[in-house]
C-alpha cells in the first residue's frame, strides 16, 4: 500500500459537481484504489449529484448514490498534484506548481441515462490514461 504522503492527488472540478467531475473521481478511486488521492468539487455546486449519472454509474459497477457535491475551494487545489477542469471556465483558481488538464466533455445536466453512458465511457478512457501516467503501479507497472 502506498503511503498517504507519496501519493499523487486529483482534483475535478465541473460547474456543479453534479456529473462529470463525480464520475471521474469515482472512477479514478475505483480503479486506483489506495494509491491515488480523487477529490471532485464544483465552482456552482448542485444540490444533489444528477440521478441519471448515478444510474450510469451503477451500470459501471461504481455506486456514487451517497456522494454529494462539493464548492471548490483554494485549499483543494493546494492540495492536489493535478487538476482537471471540466467546462467550468475562468472560475477554477490556477495556482504555479500544478499540472492543469482541460477534458472537454458534454454536460451531462438535463440528459437521461443514454446521453451520459457515452459521457461516462470517454471519462473512463480518460482515467485509465491518466492512471497509468501518474501511478502506474495500480496497474502492475514499475
Known sequence: MTPPAERPSVLFVC???AGRSQMAAAFLT???GDHVQARSAGSA???TVN???VEAM???GIDISAE???VLTVEAVQASDVVITMGCGDTCPVLPGKR???WQLPDPAGQGV???RPIRDEIEKRIRVLLSEIAPEAYGMP
Open 100 to 102: 492543469y488538464l482541460d
Open 45 to 47: 455546486p448542485a444540490d
Open 114 to 116: 443514454e446521453a451520459v
Open 15 to 17: 460547474v456543479h459537481n
Open 51 to 53: 440521478p441519471a449519472v
Open 30 to 32: 475505483h480503479l486506483a
Open 58 to 60: 451503477n451500470e459501471a
Open 68 to 70: 454529494i457535491p462539493k
